[in-house]
């Protein structure tokens, strides 16, 4: 298998190479450091759907159908979950800086020890029965959200040989349909693995790297409970934040 001295060889090479041609803010559809890419997208011509046809297998979103206490991930079982409490917040935004009212805000992640509960996560690492790591919110009329949960741990994947990927919350945001959903991730400030993960590493532009980081915030962080982070999320524009159908 790949090691990672040769996957950051890879890395450091491309890089290089982006030099000539300047920084790209969304990677591109095949990353060889990252493996699975190439199984990532498509690899045929795109084709036509009715539009009004697909809005009728749509779900549809609205403030009834969302509790404020989905937004609390520490709470949605009879123990407290284990790991560090953190409040993550921030706006979501359109390329003009102006608010994205009434967005579903989903978030999804590992637990503390860096485990998912999903039938094929198979990192010999222990689950948490008081905590399930799914929450959401919709967006108030500034475009703020807020979020309550357990910082999640960094976790081993099977992209190369000893790989580990850095902590993180995916996001996933609905806009008035469901035709209208961007995937992304946000990290934590100071994370080690930064240089060694293809993903993070797939977008060449350090700008738009630094855009998938959220910064630690003591407005957010709430006395004697939880320590706070903040991240604004970009939708449309030359700043946009990396999304997933992007890549």
Not at 85 to 99: H, M, N
Request: glycine content about 8%; charged content about 25%.
């Amino acid at each position: 298998m790949t090691t990672q001295a040769e996957i950051s060889a890879e890395i450091a090479r491309i890089a290089e190479a982006r030099r000539d041609v300047g920084p790209a803010d969304q990677p591109a559809l095949d990353y060889p450091p990252y493996r699975s890419s190439l199984l990532r997208h498509p690899t045929r011509d795109l084709q036509l759907a009715d539009p009004e046809g697909v809005e009728l297998w749509a779900p549809c979103f609205g403030h009834s159908d969302v509790d404020p206490l989905e937004a609390d991930l520490t709470i949605q079982h009879r123990g407290e979950p284990l790991g560090e409490r953190i409040t993550v917040g921030g706006r979501v935004l359109d390329g003009e800086g102006r608010p994205v009212v009434g967005q579903l805000v989903e978030i999804w992640q590992a637990n503390a020890a860096g485990r998912y509960i999903h039938q094929r996560d198979q990192h010999p690492a222990p689950l948490d029965p008081n905590f399930t790591g799914a929450g959401r919110c919709i967006t108030g009329p500034d475009g703020s959200y807020r979020l309550r949960t357990i910082k999640p741990g960094a976790y081993p994947w099977r992209n190369h040989d000893n790989a580990w990927r850095p902590a993180h919350i995916h996001f996933s945001l609905f806009g008035t349909d469901f035709t209208e959903r961007l995937v992304t991730q946000m990290y934590f400030p100071g994370d080690p693995l930064f240089d060694l993960d293809p993903i993070y590493q797939s977008i060449t532009d350090p700008a738009a790297r630094a855009a998938l980081v959220a910064r630690y915030d003591h407005d957010e962080t709430e006395p004697e409970f939880s320590l706070g982070y903040r991240w604004d999320i970009v939708l449309t524009g030359s700043r946009r934040t990396w999304t997933e159908q992007s890549a």
